[in-house]
C-alpha cells in the first residue's frame, strides 16, 4: 500500500472528447499514486453527464464560469496531499510523466514548481511542433524523451515560465507566496504571476525534460478569447509588478515585460498581493 502524496487537479470546460483523452491517458500511464480532483468549470450538460459517471475522484461543480486561477485555489482548498498538478483536459500523458515530475520537487528543497516538455507551449518546453499524432505515436514520442533526456532538469528564469497546461508544485509554497491571483479572471499570465513570487521567494521553476505531456491546446477557449485574455492580462501583470505602474509614474505598458530585468521591477512587498473570488460550488465524491 502507498502513501499517496500527490493531487492531480484536472480543469474541465466543455471539450469532452479531449477530456476523455485526458483521462484515458492518466489512468493508462501515470503508476505513481495519485489522488483525483475534477473541477468542472461551468461545462455543458454533456460534459456534466459524463462526468458524473465516473468514479473514484473528487467532482467540484462551478455554478459559473470562474478560470483556471480560481480553479486552482479551489485545487488547493480542496486536497491535503503536500504535492499538487494541475492538468489541463486537452493533454495526454505519457508513462513516467508523474514520477519525473514529483521526484524533481522532491529533489531540491528550493524545486518549487516543475512542468514537463510539450508540444503546445510559449516556453522552452515545447520540443515538438503541435504534431498530429494518434495516440501510439504521442507515447512512443514520450518514451523517446524520456530515454534520451532520463531525469535531466533546466532552470527557467526568463520570468520563471513554466507553463499552466501541466504545473507541478509544493503545496507550502502557497504558505510563503500566497494563492494564484483571480484577478486574472478567466486565465492567461497568472501562472507568471505565480512563478515570479516564487522566484522572489527563492524557489526555483523548472523544466523535467524527460517527462512529456502531449498539449493539444485551445480545446477550452478559441484562440481569439485566448489572445484578448492575454491582452487584458499583460497589463494586469503590469499594474501588478512594474513599480512605475505603482506609483503612477508610467501610463503606458510594454509590449513585453522583461521582468527582474527590468530595474523598475516591484518590491518585495507589493508580492503577495493576491485576489481571491467567493466560490459558489459544490463538492461531491463519486
Same mark, same amino acid.
Given at each position: 500500500?502507498?502513501?499517496?502524496?500527490?493531487?492531480?487537479?484536472?480543469?474541465?470546460?466543455?471539450?469532452?472528447?479531449?477530456?476523455?483523452?485526458?483521462?484515458?491517458?492518466?489512468?493508462?500511464?501515470?503508476?505513481?499514486?495519485?489522488?483525483?480532483?475534477?473541477?468542472?468549470?461551468?461545462?455543458?450538460?454533456? @460534459?456534466?453527464?459524463? *462526468?458524473? #459517471?465516473?468514479?473514484?475522484? $473528487?467532482?467540484? !461543480?462551478?455554478?459559473? /464560469?470562474?478560470?483556471?486561477?480560481?480553479?486552482?485555489?479551489?485545487?488547493?482548498?480542496?486536497?491535503?496531499?503536500?504535492?499538487?498538478?494541475?492538468?489541463?483536459?486537452?493533454?495526454?500523458?505519457?508513462?513516467?510523466?508523474?514520477?519525473?515530475?514529483?521526484?524533481?520537487?522532491?529533489?531540491?528543497?528550493?524545486?518549487?514548481?516543475?512542468?514537463?516538455?510539450?508540444?503546445?507551449?510559449?516556453?522552452?518546453?515545447?520540443?515538438?511542433?503541435?504534431?498530429?499524432? @494518434?495516440?501510439?505515436? *504521442?507515447? #512512443?514520442?514520450?518514451?523517446? $524523451?524520456?530515454? !534520451?533526456?532520463?531525469? /535531466?532538469?533546466?532552470?527557467?528564469?526568463?520570468?520563471?515560465?513554466?507553463?499552466?497546461?501541466?504545473?507541478?508544485?509544493?503545496?507550502?509554497?502557497?504558505?510563503?507566496?500566497?494563492?494564484?491571483?483571480?484577478?486574472?479572471?478567466?486565465?492567461?499570465?497568472?501562472?507568471?504571476?505565480?512563478?515570479?513570487?516564487?522566484?522572489?521567494?527563492?524557489?526555483?521553476?523548472?523544466?523535467?525534460?524527460?517527462?512529456?505531456?502531449?498539449?493539444?491546446?485551445?480545446?477550452?477557449?478559441?484562440?481569439?478569447?485566448?489572445?484578448?485574455?492575454?491582452?487584458?492580462?499583460?497589463?494586469?501583470?503590469?499594474?501588478?509588478?512594474?513599480?512605475?505602474?505603482?506609483?503612477?509614474?508610467?501610463?503606458?505598458?510594454?509590449?513585453?515585460?522583461?521582468?527582474?530585468?527590468?530595474?523598475?521591477?516591484?518590491?518585495?512587498?507589493?508580492?503577495?498581493?493576491?485576489?481571491?473570488?467567493?466560490?459558489?460550488?459544490?463538492?461531491?465524491?463519486?
Amino acid at each position: 500500500m502507498f502513501d499517496i502524496d500527490v493531487t492531480i487537479a484536472v480543469f474541465i470546460h466543455n471539450a469532452l472528447q479531449f477530456l476523455k483523452t485526458t483521462l484515458y491517458s492518466v489512468i493508462k500511464n501515470t503508476s505513481y499514486p495519485y489522488s483525483l480532483l475534477l473541477i468542472d468549470d461551468a461545462s455543458d450538460q454533456v @460534459t456534466k453527464n459524463y *462526468i458524473r #459517471s465516473l468514479r473514484g475522484a $473528487t467532482l467540484i !461543480t462551478n455554478e459559473h /464560469q470562474m478560470g483556471f486561477p480560481h480553479n486552482a485555489n479551489l485545487a488547493i482548498d480542496h486536497s491535503i496531499t503536500p504535492y499538487i498538478v494541475l492538468l489541463n483536459s486537452d493533454t495526454y500523458v505519457t508513462k513516467g510523466w508523474l514520477s519525473l515530475l514529483i521526484n524533481c520537487l522532491k529533489d531540491d528543497i528550493t524545486h518549487g514548481i516543475a512542468g514537463p516538455s510539450t508540444s503546445f507551449a510559449w516556453s522552452e518546453q515545447r520540443i515538438v511542433d503541435r504534431p498530429d499524432w @494518434t495516440y501510439d505515436e *504521442i507515447e #512512443s514520442f514520450g518514451s523517446q $524523451t524520456q530515454k !534520451t533526456y532520463g531525469r /535531466q532538469t533546466q532552470y527557467l528564469d526568463r520570468l520563471h515560465s513554466v507553463c499552466g497546461f501541466c504545473y507541478a508544485f509544493k503545496r507550502w509554497l502557497v504558505e510563503d507566496i500566497g494563492y494564484f491571483d483571480e484577478s486574472y479572471g478567466l486565465g492567461q499570465c497568472e501562472e507568471i504571476d505565480f512563478n515570479t513570487r516564487a522566484a522572489k521567494a527563492g524557489y526555483k521553476c523548472v523544466w523535467v525534460c524527460g517527462a512529456y505531456v502531449h498539449h493539444f491546446g485551445g480545446k477550452s477557449f478559441p484562440q481569439s478569447c485566448a489572445t484578448r485574455l492575454l491582452q487584458r492580462n499583460k497589463r494586469i501583470y503590469q499594474d501588478k509588478f512594474c513599480s512605475l505602474k505603482i506609483i503612477n509614474s508610467r501610463s503606458d505598458y510594454c509590449f513585453h515585460c522583461h521582468g527582474e530585468d527590468c530595474q523598475h521591477f516591484t518590491r518585495p512587498q507589493n508580492l503577495k498581493h493576491t485576489i481571491r473570488k467567493k466560490p459558489v460550488h459544490k463538492v461531491v465524491n463519486l
